[in-house]
């Protein structure tokens, strides 16, 4: 009988994962608060539980896709939270965006309980959550990675495992969104100073983006701020503002200056207070050409 797994969390990244693990074959439950967002999942076989904890008590396998560490810490040790169902030595993935002392503290509930928890935080965009082509970024007891093995293919194109500490994978998504953000405003500042020169912003990115600078980031994130139209959305400028103000956090607490983090933190908090947050968060990238009087084109 094929093992039974559980996915917890249904926005767009997570729907699209949870999509390519009912086509791989796997049976699946599913959770989210909004219900609604399991129709898509229902309709392809999935079973949709009512809470977390019915979501994971037949699982051996429970992934999970929130937007924080409040919302994991509910789903996971809250009223019918996924850790009062599951059983002993099941396996807790959590893909979310949090704080590596968060996924220890969340590791240690589990190892009272007799399951596991290991840390795989995801890099990529929904589009590349539905092609199978993220990069997925394990930490976490080995046995329980090799448990794994089988289920990571639908969903992403290659695995980065950082040791058997549940935070480590966190703090390298934290690392990855802040150079995520370094090379928007980097693009952002160096866009509209070709711009205002009397350069066309498309020409600029089209050349960078094949020659010093062919690659996804600069490519992808390039063309949003060439063109200055952030749609569709990937993530929210609040929640990458919830990122930074972590990785903040862990240079506050490893005594690292980051004079870059900041500016970076204070521009999506100048993004969120203008009330963009309906645009993908690499609109932060506009303010650099509101600041130089130029607008937004188009």
């Known amino acids: 009988m094929a093992e039974q797994i559980a996915f917890l ?104 309980r007799g399951s596991v928890l290991v840390a795989m935080p995801v890099f990529g965009k929904p589009d590349a959550a539905e092609a199978s082509k993220l990069w997925l970024a394990t930490a976490g007891p080995t046995g329980a990675k090799e448990k794994l093995h089988p289920f990571l293919d639908p969903l992403g194109q290659g695995v980065y495992d950082f040791g058997e500490d549940p935070g480590a994978a966190n703090l390298v998504k934290l690392c990855g969104n802040f150079m995520l953000g370094a090379a928007i405003e980097a693009m952002a500042e160096a866009y509209t100073l070709a711009q205002k020169s009397g350069l066309e912003r498309q020409q600029v990115h089209e050349f960078f983006s094949n020659t010093l600078f062919n690659c996804p980031v600069y490519k992808n994130y390039g063309q949003l701020i060439a063109s200055q139209h952030y749609q569709p959305v990937g993530a929210e400028p609040r929640i990458i503002r919830k990122d930074l103000k972590l990785v903040l956090h862990e240079a506050q607490e490893q005594i690292v200056p980051m004079p870059f983090a900041t500016i970076i933190f204070d521009q999506l908090s100048a993004t969120v207070a203008r009330g963009r947050d309906n645009i993908d968060w690499a609109g932060f990238a506009q303010l650099a050409a509101d600041n130089a009087g130029l607008g937004q084109q188009g």
């Open 9 to 112: 969390g249904l926005g767009n990244m997570g729907v699209a994962m949870a999509t390519n693990l009912l086509r791989a074959g796997h049976s699946l439950s599913v959770y989210n608060r909004t219900t609604s967002k399991a129709d898509s999942l229902k309709a392809l076989g999935a079973t949709v539980a009512a809470t977390p904890a019915e979501a994971a008590q037949d699982a051996s396998i429970v992934f999970t896709m929130v937007t924080d560490d409040a919302a994991l810490d509910t789903i996971t040790t809250g009223p019918d939270g996924l850790l009062s169902g599951l059983a002993p030595g099941a396996v807790h993935v959590s893909c979310s965006t949090v704080a590596p002392d968060t996924n220890r503290r969340l590791a240690a509930a589990h190892q009272q």
